[in-house]
């Protein structure tokens, strides 16, 4: 799903990313941009800040994977990998 972030002074106007990222990051990335520090836990959650800030493109990700009850996902930039599971 497309996000769109909005900060003007801080993340450059006009900024396209294609990049990955979940919902989950966003934890993260709030977190760090209120200079917040996060638990000392393992967090399924990683910061988007420098994709946010930097003028360059940054890859966090090679690819994420969705688990559900029956059914496996795999998104990578331009491609979907499914794979179903018996019901």
């Known amino acids: 799903v497309p996000t ?6 801080r993340i450059p ?8 990222g979940s919902h989950l990051d966003l934890l993260a990335t ?3 941009l209120a200079s917040v520090k996060l638990p000392n836990k393992t967090l399924d959650s990683y910061s988007l800040a420098p994709l946010l800030l930097q ?9 994420i994977k969705i688990q559900m009850i029956h059914l496996t996902a795999f998104i990578a930039l331009g491609a979907k990998f499914n794979t179903s599971l018996p019901a």
Do not use: C
């Not at 769109?4 to 002074?9: D, E, L, N, V």
């Not at 360059?56 to 690819?63: G, P």
């Open 4 to 9: 769109i972030f909005s900060w003007p002074g």
């Open 13 to 20: 106007s006009g900024k396209v990313s294609m990049s990955l």
């Open 55 to 63: 003028d360059k493109e940054t890859e966090l990700f090679d690819y």
């Open 30 to 32: 709030f977190a760090e």
